[in-house]
């Protein structure tokens, strides 16, 4: 699949010699998350993208260098990129993908309040993106979304940045987007939210091919019930992310460790 690259104006790799104790944090907490999403089959080769707000006031995001697999993404690897788009930090010197910079810059630029951004395209995902009615309501993880998600027209490959207000505006203020005919999107107020949010999201998504392949009649809840389950998860996801990401960064621990490299 060909793709456009983007890299630091001077053609330099370059790695940064001060960088403070919140931006380790998040390299690492941002590397455990790629080598979750590769353990648990969710990424493309070494397409797709998962971004990262840096703290503090500098506006930047880490994102995955192009043409590494995801099991090979670690902390110290990660490319840092402001919201314009410019690579300020490349230490491989391989550049990122123009398209992930176009969908996750837009989100990060259009809602300050998200820190991760995860994008993929497994299977049962874009399945159902190709589906007219998109993500309904047959399981509890399924009505964990219910109202509560995005959807946004398929436009081409995502290299043109007039798209990215569009894309914000898809996605509003959401947690979850599903890009139709293309894949799954979520934003997380962190890394562990943004995770949880796509591992709940893919589920969903697999059940409901699952349950629509069996060539049986459907059942669907009561408005009601799905409403009740969404605000409820939309309430307590946070805190039950959180509480979930120590016994993930344990499991990508036992992986492979090297992610904190």
């Given at each position: 699949?060909t793709?456009l690259i983007?890299?630091?104006?001077?053609?330099?790799a370059?790695s940064?010699?001060n960088m403070t104790?919140a931006?380790?944090?998040?390299?690492v907490d941002?590397?455990?998350?790629y080598r979750?999403?590769?353990?648990f089959?969710?990424?493309?080769?070494?397409y797709?993208?998962?971004?990262a707000?840096i703290p503090g006031g500098?506006?930047?995001?880490?994102?995955?260098?192009?043409?590494?697999?995801?099991?090979?993404?670690?902390?110290s690897?990660?490319?840092?990129?402001?919201?314009?788009?410019r690579?300020?930090?490349?230490?491989?010197?391989?550049?990122?993908?123009e398209?992930?910079?176009?969908?996750?810059?837009a989100?990060?630029?259009?809602?300050p309040?998200?820190i991760?951004?995860?994008?993929t395209?497994?299977p049962?995902?874009?399945?159902?993106s190709?589906?007219?009615?998109g993500l309904l309501?047959?399981?509890?993880?399924?009505m964990?979304f219910?109202?509560?998600?995005g959807?946004h027209?398929?436009?081409?490959?995502?290299v043109?940045?007039e798209?990215?207000r569009r894309?914000?505006s898809?996605?509003?203020?959401?947690r979850?987007?599903?890009?139709?005919n293309?894949?799954l999107?979520?934003?997380?107020?962190?890394?562990a939210e943004a995770?949880n949010?796509m591992?709940?999201?893919e589920?969903?998504?697999?059940a409901?091919?699952?349950?629509m392949?069996?060539?049986?009649?459907?059942?669907f809840?009561?408005?009601d019930?799905?409403r009740?389950?969404?605000?409820?998860?939309r309430?307590?996801?946070?805190?039950a992310a959180e509480?979930?990401?120590?016994a993930l960064?344990?499991?990508?621990?036992?992986?492979?460790p090297s992610y904190?490299?």
């Amino acid at each position: 699949m060909t793709q456009l690259i983007r890299r630091r104006e001077d053609g330099a790799a370059q790695s940064s010699p001060n960088m403070t104790e919140a931006e380790r944090q998040t390299r690492v907490d941002l590397a455990a998350c790629y080598r979750l999403i590769a353990h648990f089959g969710l990424n493309e080769l070494t397409y797709n993208h998962i971004s990262a707000r840096i703290p503090g006031g500098e506006e930047e995001i880490l994102i995955n260098p192009f043409g590494l697999m995801f099991d090979e993404v670690c902390a110290s690897n990660l490319v840092k990129v402001d919201l314009a788009g410019r690579v300020i930090d490349d230490p491989t010197g391989l550049g990122i993908n123009e398209a992930g910079y176009v969908i996750h810059g837009a989100v990060h630029a259009g809602r300050p309040d998200v820190i991760c951004v995860i994008h993929t395209h497994t299977p049962a995902g874009m399945a159902v993106s190709a589906q007219a009615e998109g993500l309904l309501p047959l399981t509890q993880n399924a009505m964990m979304f219910y109202e509560q998600i995005g959807y946004h027209d398929y436009e081409g490959i995502a290299v043109e940045l007039e798209e990215q207000r569009r894309l914000v505006s898809d996605l509003g203020q959401h947690r979850a987007m599903i890009l139709r005919n293309h894949g799954l999107l979520v934003a997380g107020l962190s890394i562990a939210e943004a995770f949880n949010t796509m591992y709940f999201l893919e589920n969903a998504c697999r059940a409901q091919v699952s349950a629509m392949a069996g060539g049986r009649p459907l059942n669907f809840p009561s408005e009601d019930a799905a409403r009740n389950a969404a605000a409820i998860a939309r309430e307590h996801g946070l805190a039950a992310a959180e509480r979930d990401w120590p016994a993930l960064r344990r499991l990508a621990d036992r992986l492979d460790p090297s992610y904190q490299n």
